[in-house]
């Protein structure tokens, strides 16, 4: 129940192109769910992140949609550019004070020329 | 901007020796964690860390592990007597509402 489920593992888009990104999890005690950015060796990076009180959330080229009854959340990165490329961590977390992240599995984002 | 930074970037160390990996959180942060991940997988939680003691801690996070904050500045995550299994990247992480991790550890157990 713990488990943040995330799709599909690899993904190669074309420059300019959309890049979607799915997560799907179990926990109805989530209440935060952020996207990460990470190059290699190095740590995460926050990229966006909602609350489950709106079912969309949006900056610059990245945009969040949340679907609540579904419990799925997608990153879309539009105009993608081959400095994105990278791997994406959707993640969730809990309420209250510690409020650990949980990570799906991560997605390896390559933007073709 | 402010970062977590942490020491030393990569650490080899023979398999039943002791290692400590050093961490500066930012220093209005008020919440501490150490996450980790193998090579290829997944970030997973370790430890949590508030007001001085821990918070939470994951099935991963046995007596072998131990966190500490020495002094105002340092978080630690020492481990007592390494397994090949425990190689990965560490990545401490403080927080005051959103995450920052720093650029991680990597511990490889020989």
């Known amino acids: 129940q713990q488990q943040v489920k995330q799709s599909p593992q690899s993904l190669i888009v074309q420059k300019g192109g959309i890049s979607i990104i799915n997560c799907a999890y179990e926990?109805?005690?989530?209440?935060?769910f952020p996207w990460y950015q990470q190059f290699p060796g190095k740590g995460p990076a926050l990229l966006i992140a909602?609350?489950?009180?709106?079912s969309e959330k949006k900056e610059g080229r990245f945009t969040i949609s949340f679907n609540k009854s579904a419990k799925q959340f997608s990153l879309h990165i539009m105009d993608s550019q081959p400095g994105d490329s990278a791997t994406y961590f959707c993640?969730?977390?809990?309420?209250?004070?510690?409020?650990?992240?949980?990570f799906g599995t991560g997605t390896r984002l390559q933007v073709t020329l | 901007e402010p970062e977590v930074t942490q020491t030393p970037s990569h650490q080899v160390t023979q398999m039943g020796q002791e290692v400590i990996l050093r961490c500066v959180p930012i220093s209005n942060h008020l919440y501490f964690y150490w996450y980790r991940q193998i090579l290829g997988q997944k970030v997973e939680f370790l430890v949590s860390f508030y007001n001085n003691e821990i918070s939470e801690k994951s099935e991963i996070f046995d007596d072998q592990f131990s966190v500490e904050r020495p002094d105002g500045s340092n978080f630690t995550l020492k481990i007592r007597s390494t397994k090949l299994e425990d190689s990965a990247m560490y990545f401490c992480?403080?927080?005051?509402?959103?995450?920052?991790f720093g650029s991680g550890t990597r511990l490889t157990v020989v």
């Open positions: 909602i609350r489950p009180d709106v």
């Open positions: 926990n109805t005690a989530f209440d935060y």
């Open positions: 993640a969730a977390s809990p309420g209250g004070t510690a409020s650990k992240l949980t």
């Open positions: 992480a403080s927080r005051i509402y959103g995450y920052t």
